[in-house]
């Protein structure tokens, strides 16, 4: 899964874009850009990866992205049948840190978004959003100029105000991932998603990034905060309990889809990393 750069610089007659996107599915493309990215899924199912987090999505949800950031939105297997009548649409906002200038975003009325622009390096995911705010986007996009900049801001306030919230993106990967600075772990993040859920040795990660097994091992946790086996897990976890929501396959099928080769193996590292049993995160959920 090679990581793609999103160059927007020709977009300049707005300080901020807005589209909606609608597609028989998302692109599935693992990118990123130096914009921050608002999206707001109108319709459709699936599962979004930003930096080393997986997470099921599904209409009505909202998501910030920090800049340079890499994500994806990866749509269900229905998605792609030849004779799928579904379809995936979402809206989607561009926009620099600094778009209303250097300093706007500092002053004590706006520091709170500010904030919440910070925590959009690790990516936040909202939930529960009242339908009268996504009326509130749609209507946005209607405007220009000045009405189109207020709207904006007013959701800003709105998201940076509510309480239902998740960070996504681990510290370890937001510490560990510069874009310009070190290619070396974009190759290893991105052979590590592309192949989570198969046979993955810490041998084989190190010829990737040119080093021997015990110092790519030191490198590894150096970076990340956390063993390269621990970092794995964790990804296999996370799509695991993705495929749970999903209810679609039984806790064993599930082991082997995450990447797991036995269901032992799999029920000690589900425990270990989500502080809990398989079937009591699925009947957590399921209330």
């Not at 930096?51 to 099921?56: A, C, L, N």
């Not at 405007?143 to 940076?160: C, R, S, Y």
């Not at 974009?186 to 046979?199: P, Q, V």
């Amino acid at each position: 899964m090679k990581l793609h750069l999103v160059d927007r610089s020709s977009l300049n007659n707005s300080s901020f874009t807005t589209k909606i996107n609608e597609y028989p599915y998302f692109l599935k493309i693992w990118h990123y850009h130096p914009e921050l990215e608002l999206v707001i899924v109108l319709k459709s199912e699936g599962t979004c990866f930003v930096g080393d987090s997986i997470e099921k999505f599904q209409s009505g949800e909202i998501v910030l992205i920090g800049k340079n950031v890499p994500h994806m939105w990866l749509n269900d297997d229905d998605y792609f049948q030849d004779n799928s009548n579904l379809s995936a649409k979402a809206i989607a906002i561009h926009f620099k840190e600094d778009y209303l200038g250097t300093d706007f975003f500092e002053t004590p009325e706006m520091i709170h978004l500010l904030e919440l622009f910070k925590r959009a390096r690790f990516g936040v995911k909202f939930e529960n959003i009242p339908t009268a705010l996504i009326a509130e986007i749609q209507e946005m996009l209607e405007h220009d100029g000045f009405e189109k900049t207020m709207a904006f801001l007013n959701i800003l306030n709105k998201l940076a105000k509510h309480k239902n919230h998740k960070l996504l993106a681990s510290q370890g990967f937001i510490n560990s991932f510069k874009i310009t600075e070190n290619k070396k772990l974009d190759k290893i993040h991105a052979y590590i998603f592309n192949n989570f859920n198969k046979t993955i040795t810490l041998e084989e990660v190190a010829e990737i990034a040119h080093m021997n097994p015990s110092a790519f091992s030191r490198f590894f946790k150096r970076v990340n905060r956390k063993t390269f086996s621990r970092y794995v897990s964790e990804i296999r976890i996370g799509y695991a309990c993705k495929l749970l929501l999903e209810d679609k396959y039984n806790i064993a099928a599930v082991c082997y889809e995450s990447g797991f080769h036995n269901i032992s193996n799999f029920n000690r590292q589900f425990k270990m990393i989500m502080n809990c049993t398989p079937s009591s995160y699925v009947k957590e959920h399921k209330k």
